[in-house]
Every structure is written in structure tokens, then in C-alpha cells.
């Protein structure tokens, strides 16, 4: 069995209510099971409903035992593990990984705060699971059973993994929160800092940083780009954000050959209406041109690569 369920897709904030009923309003939360191993990537506020099934339902076989992957640590990819009910359960034994943070802060400490008694009533020392920290960078890992776990630097604000789970033959992987990379020295010769040189340089620089995002997702089963906005809201002010456009999406996963691709980190301000509006268009746009299936992304759809 190698599956994969969506239990939040939301960007920045959740946005609970009438209009998010078809695609979600909870933040990044995907659980991924690779034969009997339980895989979490990130801890938005989609974690807890996953805690509630697992406590219901997979917690009648034994302890919960779970490896949870951190893309970053900005709020809306964490704010849901206070929320995660088998933190409370003895037995539950959680592996806790994320990227290095720049600050001086610990990844126990960014995700403990949180269990503070200034934001929660129960502090991280309190809790009942068996929880263990691991600082990552851009490495693999083997995770035993069959299962090897590869991370790669995404571009965002602050330090972001993306992550590539490969399972008897199949391949998933994650990419967001990201945008690609760009030159970022003045390539206009009527710049007064312009350098020739320089310029030629941060093109290259960027063009080769692009291309070993895209080998990093190569030949995928399964995809899951940020897609927060069309490439006319990014450029319009929307640089230097950390975010995708959907067609940067598109045209990056059908170069690396992905088979499935999903849009996802939709937009906080989008409806369902919209959309299910931009799902049909890009889908209009690839059909028949490509052998990638595209699609947004939805709470609680799951996706099987293996039986």
C-alpha cells in the first residue's frame, strides 16, 4: 500500500466557512503511508482531523507511531499540532523532522512554544507521546521498510524543504511552499548598478537552481506544487513572496515527466467557485498536450500508487 490523503491545502491561514466547503479551508496537513509506516507532512491546521481518525481508528491495532516532516515553520504549517490528539496518548511515538533554522531557536523550541500556557493550556513537557526532534538540511533517508525519504531546498522567505517519499518503485513529492528562483542582480544596462558580468552570472545562477527543483521531481507518480497564484497576480506584486503560479506548476512538472500533478496552497481568498473556475481552465489548457493529469488539490482526496 502506498497512499496518499489530503487533510488541509490551505494557504496562510484556514478560512473555514460556506465557500471553502469543496476544496477545504484547513492549512497543509498530507498523510502518506508507505506499507505500515505513517508519514505527516507538515502540521497545519489539517492536522486535526488526521489526529482524530488516527485515534479512532488506527490507534484498535496499537500505539500511533508516525514520522512528521515540516516543510518550514511558518505558522500556517505548524499551528495545528497542539491540536493533534495523539500527542495526549501515551504510547504514541512521533518523529518529529524540519529544516534548520537560521535563529537560534531549535525546532523543538519553534514547535514548543506553542505549548505554552501564554497560547495553550498544556505544556510540551506535559505531553503524553513519546516525541524525538530531528534538524534536517538537504539530505536522504532511509526510514526503514523499503521507504527512503529525499529533501531539497524550496525558495521561500525562510527555510523550506520540499520532500520526495519513494516506496517500492513509486515516487511522491512535495514543493511548496515555493517559487522559482530569478536573477536578482539588475539585468537592465540602463541601471546604474548594472554589471554585464554579474547579471550573466545571477541568470545562470537561477537557471541552474530551476533545474535541480525539477530533477528533484522528476518522473513523480505524484506532485504536489504551490499553485497560490496565476502567473498575473504573481506578477502584478506577488514576487519575493514564496508562492507559485499555476502555470509555473504546469510547465515545470510536465518537463520533469510527473505523471499527476496537484495544485495546491490555494490562495486563502479563493472560493470554490473560483476554483473549480481555474481547475477547468488549466485542465483546458494541458488537455491533449500533455500526458500529465492536473488537478487542485481537495480535503480529503486520496490518491493510491500502490495497492
Not at 536578482?184 to 545562477?205: I, T
Not at 498575473?232 to 503560479?245: D, F, I, L, P
Request: glycine share 10%; proline share 5%; net charge negative.
Amino acid at each position: 500500500m502506498f497512499t496518499v490523503k489530503i487533510w488541509g491545502d490551505r494557504g496562510s491561514m484556514p478560512v473555514p466557512g460556506p465557500d471553502t466547503v469543496v476544496f477545504g479551508g484547513n492549512t497543509a496537513c498530507i498523510e502518506v503511508r508507505c506499507g505500515k509506516r505513517l508519514i505527516i507532512i507538515d502540521a497545519g491546521s489539517g492536522i486535526r482531523g488526521l489526529g482524530e481518525w488516527l485515534a479512532r481508528n488506527d490507534l484498535k491495532k496499537g500505539p500511533i507511531d508516525a514520522d512528521i516532516f515540516i516543510t518550514h515553520t511558518h505558522w500556517d504549517h505548524i499551528m495545528g499540532f497542539p491540536m493533534f490528539t495523539p500527542i495526549y496518548i501515551p504510547g504514541t511515538k512521533l518523529r518529529i523532522h524540519g529544516p534548520v533554522n537560521f535563529e537560534d531557536e531549535t525546532l523543538e523550541q519553534i514547535i514548543g512554544t506553542q505549548l505554552s500556557y501564554r497560547y495553550w493550556p498544556v505544556r510540551q513537557d506535559e505531553l503524553a507521546a513519546e516525541i524525538k526532534y530531528q534538524s534536517l538540511k538537504e539530505t536522504e533517508m532511509d526510514l526503514g521498510d523499503g521507504v527512503t525519504v529525499k529533501t531539497k531546498y524550496l525558495n521561500h522567505p525562510v527555510l523550506c524543504l520540499g520532500y520526495r517519499v519513494e516506496y517500492q518503485g513509486k515516487v511522491f513529492v512535495s514543493a511548496y511552499d515555493h517559487e522559482p528562483f530569478v536573477n536578482v542582480f539588475p539585468s537592465d544596462p540602463a541601471d546604474p548598478d548594472y554589471d554585464a558580468a554579474v547579471a550573466e552570472e545571477g541568470e545562470q545562477a537561477a537557471q541552474e537552481e530551476n533545474a535541480r527543483i525539477e530533477a528533484f521531481f522528476r518522473d513523480a507518480d505524484v506532485l504536489v506544487h504551490d499553485t497560490q497564484y496565476t502567473a498575473k497576480e504573481y506578477t502584478a506584486g506577488k514576487r519575493g513572496w514564496g508562492h507559485s503560479s499555476f502555470e509555473h506548476a504546469i510547465n515545470a512538472g510536465n518537463r520533469a515527466r510527473v505523471k499527476r500533478l496537484l495544485l495546491f496552497h490555494h490562495d486563502p481568498n479563493r472560493t470554490d467557485t473560483e476554483l473549480q473556475e481555474l481547475e477547468l481552465f488549466y485542465q483546458g489548457k494541458v488537455a491533449g498536450r500533455t500526458g500529465m493529469r492536473v488537478e487542485a488539490a481537495r480535503e480529503g482526496l486520496t490518491l493510491t500508487l500502490l495497492p
